[in-house]
Nanobody
Framework: VQLQACGGGLVQAGGSLKLSCAAS????????MGWYRQSPGKQREFVAA???????IYADFVKGRFTISRDNAKNTVYLQMISLKPEDTAVYYC????????WGQGTLVTVSS
C-alpha cells in the first residue's frame, strides 16, 4: 500500500490549506489514521489522529487550527489547516496508527511570515 499525500504549497501566515492523503488500495475503515510532520532538522512529530469511529485527537500546537477527517469510501484522510504559522512549515505525512505502511513522500507545506 502506498500513501500519497498532496495539497501542500506556499501560503502566507494566517492562510489555509487542505491536505489529502489517499491509499493506493483499500486499507479498511477499521484503521485509525494519523497525520505527522517533519520540519528541517527535526524529528517527525504527531499532528492529529482520527479513529475508525471518527473520534479525533490533536497535538497541542494545532488544536483549534487543524481538523482531521476521513472518507472511508475513498480511502482518504484529510487535514484542514487554518491560521497557519511559519512554524507549521514542514513535510506532512499520513499513516495508520499504529504505523503499518512505509512512509510516503509527504507533501511540503511552506508558511511565509
Amino acid at each position: 500500500v502506498q500513501l500519497q499525500a498532496c495539497g501542500g504549497g506556499l501560503v502566507q501566515a494566517g492562510g489555509s490549506l487542505k491536505l489529502s492523503c489517499a491509499a493506493s488500495r483499500s486499507i479498511g475503515s477499521s484503521n485509525d489514521m494519523g497525520w505527522y510532520r517533519q520540519s528541517p532538522g527535526k524529528q517527525r512529530e504527531f499532528v492529529a489522529a482520527i479513529t475508525s469511529g471518527g473520534s479525533t485527537i490533536y497535538a497541542d500546537f494545532v488544536k483549534g487550527r487543524f481538523t482531521i477527517s476521513r472518507d472511508n469510501a475513498k480511502n482518504t484522510v484529510y487535514l484542514q489547516m487554518i491560521s497557519l504559522k511559519p512554524e507549521d512549515t514542514a513535510v506532512y505525512y499520513c499513516n495508520t496508527i499504529p504505523r503499518l505502511f512505509a512512509w510516503g513522500q509527504g507533501t511540503l507545506v511552506t508558511v511565509s511570515s
